[in-house]
């Protein structure tokens, strides 16, 4: 559920921007986990700069996605919730965009929110997912998507366990699970 704009506009900005260069969950300094100010302040201001981008046509999208996985990754959809089996899975390994391929997400970020789509507290890297002030609905939310190809995946939302306390929820169809060799 999105939340309010006065909501976002109390998060205090990040003045440092030492606060978003590590999101690792493992890190036992979790002052530098990203946080919901961080987040907003990305949202609001600029995303850091994608490593590298992938481009389609429209036609290249629509030939190598499925019309569900178009619908949500392309076209801003969203699935169904508890309609995937990635809601349960908890099995090691990394989540990859369905799109271009980047991975986005690991198992040990992987929690269960009981929402009905899989839900993480940060991703791989702070370079791989953009952050976008979403206005649907007539409330504010933050819109998450693949720094890399643009693909929709989710939202995030401020009431995460530790140590970032963020909810990263996200589409299972705008998601491949890798397989243990990649």
């Known amino acids: 559920m999105p939340f309010p704009a006065p909501e976002l506009a109390t998060a205090a900005p990040c003045e440092c921007a030492h606060g ?3 999101m690792g969950t493992r890190e036992s300094d979790s002052s530098s986990a990203l946080r919901w100010s961080h987040v907003v302040e990305l949202a609001s201001r600029g995303n850091v700069a994608a490593p590298r981008r992938v481009e389609k046509s429209d036609a290249e999208w629509r030939a190598t ?3 569900e996985q178009y619908h949500v990754a392309r076209g801003k959809g969203t699935e169904r919730p508890f309609s995937s089996e990635l809601c ?3 099995e090691p390994g990394r989540y990859h965009c369905i799109c271009c391929d980047t991975p986005l997400f690991d198992s040990t970020s992987k929690f269960e929110s009981r929402t ?3 839900s993480f507290t940060a991703p791989l890297a702070r370079d791989v997912v953009a952050y976008h002030l979403d206005p649907s609905y007539g409330m504010q939310g933050i819109e998450a998507n693949c720094n890399i190809c643009d693909a929709h995946l989710g939202h995030v939302f401020p009431d995460g366990p ?4 963020l909810r990263f929820c996200i589409n299972a169809v705008s998601l491949r699970k890798a397989k243990p060799s990649e």
């Open 162 to 165: 530790p140590p970032s306390g």
């Open 20 to 22: 978003v260069t590590d």
């Open 65 to 67: 996605l499925t019309d």
């Open 116 to 118: 009905g789509w899989p």
């Open 88 to 90: 349960s899975l908890f």
